[in-house]
């Protein structure tokens, strides 16, 4: 008995002298950080991590945080040495800071919180460094996504412990890590990340018509229609105005074949915000789609000229309306300037110059627009192109000429 008591007090002994020893290292590891001898810190705080009897240890914890926070962040050669091996030191710091705050140590959980919100910035910024495309090849930027996945997921869980919302105050919100996590997640085509960044978002109705559209692209991909239309419908409730959710409406409506819904949903509209010029653009937009898929219901030509019109006359200056009902009148005058290039023009002078003359009233109503637009956005080729197109049609070969002249010039430079 004697001999099994002196084995257990030897056992006892050499495990007393190993915590101590895993205790020193971190005693160690803080002596060193508070002397600038971030080589020495990272070698003791290493060997405290890794081991069991420390693993728990929210001091151990928090002092890794420190050096690895002050490795991410030093601005001398030896800051710079060291994250060269170090890359991830900011992501190591933050991870460890929110194990100190695992432990539900009080003691040391403000400081764990205010490291962790100083560290986020940087862990932040080395995400969205990571999914910027300048100079990146398509394995790199396939690394950087995941790289901005990771970082941004260990970026949330500081939240919950964020009761002061001093991540806010830094200029980083949970809404905005979630919306780029999901951006990230539709970059890589991984849907049910999309939708468990971007869904949480949406549940929470959170006013931001990106979300919207990106959830719709996403069940577009994936050939859900029906979903599709309702996240955008969602983002129209929240913000009835937005081009881009209209715009996507638009396309997903037309898709479908149900522009009349969207007709009456735009009249709706209208009824609500008669003065919104661009409720009457995107009405007559509509229904020039709609005639597109019934050429025999030509009123729905006469109520998308009407509203493009109304849509101009509203906000004169808005360049996309004019060019888009300067079009509207050119694409009138095509069938009829086809018809009369099959006439005789002495056989069948009357109907000729009848042609003739419908043709030109288009063409100059065309013009009228496609200036207007040129003097509200000066040397743009597109509506240079609109305009060359025009005159040449009216055989006015002076202003073809010079039209070409000058979309040649400004193409050069």
């Not at 970059?187 to 978002?201: A, F, H, I, S, T």
Request: glycine share 4%; hydrophobic share 35%.
């Amino acid at each position: 008995m004697k001999l099994l008591k002196q084995i257990l007090l030897s056992a006892l002994i050499s495990l007393s002298l190993y915590a101590g020893a895993q205790k020193s290292n971190v005693t160690t590891a803080i002596i060193s950080l508070r002397d600038n001898d971030l080589k020495e810190a990272k070698k003791a705080i290493d060997a405290a991590a890794l081991n069991e009897e420390t693993k728990n240890n929210a001091n151990m914890w928090f002092t890794r945080g420190e050096i690895y926070f002050r490795i991410a962040v030093d601005t001398t050669t030896n800051g710079y040495i060291m994250r060269l091996s170090e890359k991830d030191a900011a992501y190591k710091a933050l991870e460890s800071y929110i194990n100190c705050l695992k432990t539900g140590d009080e003691k040391k959980s403000k400081d764990a919180i205010k490291g962790a919100v100083a560290v986020s910035a940087e862990v932040y910024n080395i995400a969205i460094n990571a999914i910027d495309s300048k100079d990146k090849s398509e394995q790199e930027l396939k690394s950087g996504y995941n790289l901005a996945l990771r970082n941004f997921d260990l970026i949330l869980t500081v939240f919950p412990y964020d009761k002061k919302e001093e991540m806010k105050k830094s200029g980083i919100s949970e809404n905005t890590i979630n919306k780029n996590a999901g951006l990230v997640a539709y970059y890589k085509k991984d849907y049910p990340l999309v939708n468990k960044y971007m869904g949480k978002l949406a549940a929470a109705n959170y006013v931001d018509p990106d979300i919207y559209i990106i959830l719709s692209k996403a069940y577009q991909e994936q050939f859900d229609t029906a979903t599709a239309i309702k996240y955008i419908e969602q983002g129209r409730e929240l913000k009835s105005d937005n081009p881009e959710l209209i715009n996507e409406e638009l396309f997903l409506f037309s898709r479908t074949n149900q522009g009349d819904k969207l007709v009456e949903k735009l009249t709706k509209a209208i009824e609500g915000d008669p003065t919104n010029a661009k409720f009457y653009y995107y009405r007559g937009n509509t229904y020039e789609g709609l005639f597109k898929n019934n050429d025999k219901r030509t009123d729905y030509l006469d109520k998308a000229e009407s509203d493009y019109k109304k849509s101009v006359e509203l906000d004169p200056s808005d360049v996309e309306a004019n060019i888009t009902l300067g079009i509207f009148y050119y694409n009138k005058a095509v069938p009829i300037i086809n018809e009369r290039e099959g006439t005789d023009n002495v056989k069948q002078k009357k109907k000729f110059d009848e042609l003739d003359k419908k043709a030109n009233e288009l063409l100059n109503n065309a013009l009228k627009y496609y200036e207007a637009a040129d003097a509200l956005k000066a040397d743009d080729t597109e509506i240079l192109n609109y305009l060359k197109i025009t005159y040449a049609q009216l055989g006015n070969e002076v202003k073809t000429v010079e039209l070409k002249k000058k979309i040649d010039a400004l193409n050069k430079k």
